[in-house]
């Protein structure tokens, strides 16, 4: 194992299996040193974890929770790609939370993802960012987040 298995091992957090595309792309890909991955969605073992509007039916904190699954289910693309312990540095996160009308506080709820990255990857976990309130997501999901990493 390497030094980001290792640490997840270290923090408890299991790496989801990869989500299964619900459409006609793939996971992630690589392009020389960068992963990109497709959007993820708060699935878990297969069940879309969470539906809703964020300040409507979803809280900030439940999204947030949400944008944390998106993360590592983000992560698990890159590692059936590439390996996890490949990665260099989480370039940029991007997150999207279907708003309920009046709802601000995108990036608060994008800090599930940034949060947990940070977790794990210390300061090559610090990376430019977006959040974007948006008015629907795939599946009805509040929350939906893709990454860039570095690889070696």
């Known amino acids: 194992m390497g030094r980001w298995t290792d640490r997840l091992a270290e923090l408890g957090i299991p790496l989801p299996d990869v989500v299964a595309p619900v459409a006609d792309y793939v996971p992630a890909v690589r392009s020389g040193s960068l992963v990109f991955t497709a959007g993820q969605v708060p699935v878990v073992k297969g069940e879309v974890a969470a539906t809703g509007k964020v300040g409507g039916e979803i809280s900030g904190d439940d999204a947030k929770q949400c944008a944390r699954i998106c993360a590592l289910n983000a992560l698990a693309a890159v590692d059936a790609l590439v390996g996890l312990d490949s990665i ?39 990376h430019a960012r977006s959040a974007v309130g948006v008015a629907e997501l795939p599946l009805g999901v509040p929350v939906e987040v893709e990454i860039v990493v570095e690889v070696e």
Request: hydrophobic share 50%; proline share 3%; aromatic share 8%.
């Open 88 to 126: 260099v540095r989480v370039v940029k996160v991007v997150g999207f939370v279907a708003s309920a009308e009046g709802f601000t506080g995108q990036p608060a709820v994008v800090n599930g993802a940034s949060e947990v990255l940070g977790e794990i990857f210390g300061e090559a976990g610090k």
